[in-house]
């Protein structure tokens, strides 16, 4: 049984993860923020009670006038204290119980010390405080006439106006949260539109040049740099597969026509022949061997060509005279330029560089007959090799018929002939320039062209040192 691995697109990925590490890091950041805060709070809470202790006893100093105990401040001063979680008592010299928060503002305080250890265990289930007493005693000028009792827990605590803060202050938190969450959503469905529409876009052109349609062009701006050149690449690759496909069918009309030629030839010659229409001679026998002479040759063009495609980068590189290579190749090719009263003119010099010499002499055997082949009778051909700063250069160049700009862009494609008359002079299956250019291309080189019809061609090879 096959398992086919599930598949999701790259929008609902992209928002995906992004809402999802967006929304770890402000729940870290809330728990973060919101554990600092109560730790402050706390400390702030604290604090608070503190200076509330200390505001209580410096009170106190002045409940004592004119040999009496001030009641009702008393009494005002511990109603204060209580509602902030500090109970007081009041003792005179003799222990006797002036005044108590316990007593005299029973519900009060227990009230308040309830709400306390409620409040407190709503935060923290294991809150256990416990109430401490602190004395201090109380002075009438230099004497001492009492004490007093202050009473609270012995950790922090919380009134219900801190809680009210705190909740005012979680509910903050918690929106602030729900919201940056929201807004982190809506972002990454923005960013992931921006990137994975034209992608889908992209996706479905290539699917469009899958299955053979190269004419549709991607009309889509991105401001993302790699979308923009993803979108000029697949619309350069539709633009290139449709000159290919151009290519492919005019490869198709060629080759058939470059065989059926010969063939029909000699299937002509020899019809003939056998129905006693022809007589057989000589002459006719040795028409129809040059027919089949051109047969074997265009056969072995496709021949060379495929070994040369499996036989690709094995190069057998060794220092060589490049000048004294192009030389001997001049020396074989002159009566054939001579045949055309053809003038090769050369400037070669000693340049060594590391090559496959048979494979750099097929380029310029190549270059050289095409020179020869498309001169008019009576033209010029130049041959030069020279240094420059660390570039190697050879230019080979005609007086010919040239090459139209049309055609300067698909020369090196295989099979592609600038000729479209396919004439026995010019013959051929247009596959010299395309090894060429492989071979140069194999040894870290360049090969460029220049033409003008009616003035000439140029090439120019380069080897960077």
């Known amino acids: 049984m096959e398992f086919k691995s599930k598949t999701i697109t790259l929008k609902k990925q992209i928002i995906t993860v992004f809402a999802i590490i967006m929304t770890l890091t402000i729940i870290t950041i809330s728990i973060f923020v919101n554990k600092s805060f109560e730790e402050e709070f706390s400390k702030y809470v604290d604090d608070n009670n503190k200076t509330e202790v200390n505001h209580l006893v410096f009170d106190l100093r002045n409940v004592y006038n004119d040999n009496k105990w001030d009641i009702e401040t008393i009494k005002l001063l511990g109603?204060?204290?209580?509602?902030?979680?500090?109970?007081?008592?009041?003792?005179?010299?003799?222990?006797?119980?002036?005044?108590?928060?316990?007593?005299d503002e029973k519900m009060l305080s227990n009230q308040t010390l309830n709400n306390?250890?409620?409040?407190?265990?709503?935060?923290?289930?294991?809150?256990?405080?416990?109430?401490?007493?602190?004395?201090?005693?109380?002075?009438?000028?230099?004497?001492?006439?009492?004490?007093?009792?202050i009473i609270h827990y012995d950790s922090i605590y919380y009134m219900e106006n801190d809680m009210e803060f705190l909740n005012i202050m979680n509910r903050f938190m918690l929106i602030i949260s729900a919201i940056s969450i929201g807004a982190t959503i809506i972002i990454s469905m923005l960013i992931s539109k921006s990137i994975s529409n034209p992608i889908e876009k992209v996706s479905k052109m290539a699917k469009v040049i899958g299955e053979g349609d190269y004419k549709n062009t991607l009309e889509y701006n991105s401001?993302?740099?790699e979308v923009s050149e993803l979108i000029l690449s697949i619309n350069k690759l539709a633009e290139e597969l449709s000159k290919q496909e151009l290519l492919r069918k005019r490869l198709t009309t060629d080759i058939a026509h470059e065989l059926i030629t010969p063939i029909t030839s000699i299937q002509g010659h020899l019809d003939a022949m056998i129905d006693g229409?022809?007589?057989?001679?000589?002459?006719?026998?040795?028409?129809?061997?040059?027919?089949?002479?051109?047969?074997?040759?265009?056969?072995?063009?496709?021949?060379?060509?495929?070994?040369?495609?499996?036989e690709i980068g094995e190069l057998n590189l060794k220092?060589?005279?490049?000048?004294?290579?192009?030389?001997?190749?001049?020396?074989?090719?002159?009566?054939?330029?001579?045949?055309?009263?053809?003038?090769?003119n050369?400037?070669?010099?000693?340049?060594?560089?590391?090559?496959?010499?048979?494979?750099?002499?097929?380029?310029?055997?190549?270059?050289?007959?095409?020179?020869?082949?498309?001169?008019?009778?009576?033209?010029?051909?130049?041959?030069?090799?020279?240094?420059?700063?660390?570039?190697?250069?050879i230019s080979i160049k005609d007086t010919g018929i040239g090459i139209p700009k049309e055609d300067l862009n698909y020369i090196f494609e295989r099979f592609y002939r600038v000729d479209k008359s396919r004439n026995k002079d010019t013959g051929g299956i247009g596959v010299g320039l395309t090894i060429a250019k492989a071979i140069i291309?194999?040894?870290?080189?360049?090969?460029?062209?220049?033409?003008?019809i009616n003035e000439g061609t140029e090439f120019l090879i380069k080897f960077n040192k």
Do not use: C
């Open 223 to 225: 401001n993302i740099k």
């Open 79 to 103: 109603e204060d204290a209580i509602s902030k979680g500090v109970a007081l008592e009041i003792y005179d010299y003799n222990n006797n119980l002036i005044w108590s928060v316990f007593k």
């Open 116 to 149: 306390i250890k409620k409040n407190m265990r709503r935060i923290d289930q294991n809150w256990n405080g416990q109430l401490r007493e602190y004395k201090f005693d109380i002075y009438d000028g230099k004497n001492i006439i009492g004490y007093e009792k």
């Open 441 to 452: 291309t194999s040894h870290n080189g360049d090969i460029i062209v220049n033409s003008n």
């Open 346 to 393: 050369y400037e070669l010099n000693n340049v060594y560089m590391n090559i496959d010499k048979n494979q750099f002499s097929q380029v310029i055997v190549n270059l050289l007959s095409n020179a020869i082949k498309y001169t008019n009778i009576g033209g010029q051909i130049f041959i030069k090799i020279y240094e420059n700063n660390n570039i190697i250069a």
């Open 319 to 344: 220092s060589t005279n490049l000048g004294q290579v192009i030389q001997n190749i001049i020396y074989n090719y002159e009566t054939k330029a001579l045949d055309k009263n053809i003038n090769i």
């Open 277 to 310: 229409v022809w007589e057989i001679t000589p002459q006719r026998l040795i028409s129809i061997k040059e027919e089949v002479s051109r047969l074997g040759s265009l056969i072995g063009s496709l021949r060379n060509l495929a070994k040369f495609d499996n």
